[in-house]
């Protein structure tokens, strides 16, 4: 039996269905692209975990968040960027998750070969947003984050608009919170990136 955890606005909902325990990539894969109107991620333990299409207001401060790094990375040149429907296979746990926003260096992307490239690659990114949602509880986007570190991220910020909060992550440090900031840097890792905090609350 595999069990589905379906995001909903108020509680996750769980869903059994008469399927394999463990979907492999393949069998996974598949049943993305079955489902192709939905997010959908799968934890290291093989919990597949379905989420709905975002609200409009989480749509547009996702697609503000998206812009921002994107012409920071075109400027930059070093890496590229990727939105919310993008899912990678965390290398150290075997997870699939698909952060609100990403950006890998062009050197690790490049590595990759293009049948990777073109399925869910297995990278974890070097930089990964999330952004709560009302859907979302803060203590499972905090564990998400830490996945990421452990699985090769070096720089991350999770965003609790609903507080003003933003935390930011990297490796072998606690969490620096920060209260209602203007603007969070994103160096040294990010050499130069601001993001702009008005259009994301």
């Known amino acids: 039996m595999t069990t589905l955890l379906i995001q909903t606005e108020s509680l996750p909902l769980m869903v059994n269905l008469p399927m394999p325990v ?19 991620e799968r934890s ?3 919990e597949v975990i379905i989420m709905p299409p975002t609200f409009s207001d989480t749509g547009n401060r996702n697609f503000n968040l998206a812009v921002q790094i994107g012409v920071w990375a075109e400027k930059n040149g070093t ?3 990727f939105d919310s429907s993008a899912g990678f296979t965390l290398p150290n746990d075997g997870a ?3 952060p609100d926003a990403a950006w890998i260096r062009l050197e690790r992307w490049n590595a990759l070969t293009a049948t990777e490239k073109a399925s869910f690659a297995p ?7 999330e952004l709560k949602s009302s859907s979302d509880t803060l203590s499972a986007l905090k564990a998400k984050m830490v996945e990421y570190l452990e699985n090769g991220a070096s720089l991350g910020f999770l965003i609790d608009r609903k507080n003003h909060q933003v935390y930011v992550y990297r490796p072998n440090q606690e969490p620096n919170m920060l209260a209602n ?11 130069g990136f601001q993001l702009q905090m008005a259009k994301i609350w």
Do not use: H, K
């Open 22 to 40: 463990e979907m492999t990539m393949a069998e996974f894969y598949e049943f993305c692209q079955a489902n192709r109107d939905l997010r959908i």
């Open 44 to 46: 290291a333990n093989g």
């Open 79 to 81: 890496g590229l960027g």
């Open 96 to 98: 699939t998750r698909s």
């Open 123 to 129: 990278i974890c990114p070097d930089f990964v947003v």
């Open 181 to 191: 900031p203007n603007a969070v840097s994103g160096d040294p890792e990010l050499p």
